[in-house]
């Protein structure tokens, strides 16, 4: 898969309030999906929608517990953390260097006019 369609699918994925939450929670602790489905007062079987597609988009990771194998805990990934802020950074930088050309142009103008 393709950087820019990786870019899509986090896009996609964070779209939904309830999964930025889930990425909120995740940020303190792993939890499993009976705690997250708890915290936002919904079923398990919608919860699970929400953490398989933060699963497929690679931006959740799932782990067993050690004691027991049925327990899965959720933990974040930071590889797709790392490309969506090297994606903004250089969106950063982009509008940084227009900014500045921008303001160049404005300060010669502004001289030229000047006696």
């Keep these: 898969m393709g950087a820019a369609r990786r870019l899509d699918d986090t896009f996609a994925a ?8 889930v990425i909120d929670l995740l940020r303190e602790q792993p939890l499993r999906a009976g705690e997250l ?7 398990p ?6 953490l398989r ?6 931006l959740v990771q799932e782990d067993a517990v050690e004691d027991d194998a049925r327990v899965k805990l959720y933990r974040l990934r930071p590889e797709r953390f ?3 802020r090297a ?3 250089e969106v950063e930088a982009f509008w940084g260097e227009q900014l500045q050309s921008f303001k160049e142009h404005a300060e010669r103008t ?3 006019k000047r006696p």
Excluded: I, N
């Design 87 to 89: 994606w903004l950074d």
């Design 82 to 84: 790392s490309e969506l």
């Design 14 to 21: 964070l779209a939904d309030p309830t999964r930025r939450g």
């Design 53 to 58: 597609v933060l699963r497929k988009t690679g």
């Design 45 to 50: 079987p919608a919860m699970s929608r929400h």
């Design 110 to 112: 502004r001289a030229k």
């Design 37 to 43: 489905a708890a915290a936002f007062d919904m079923s």
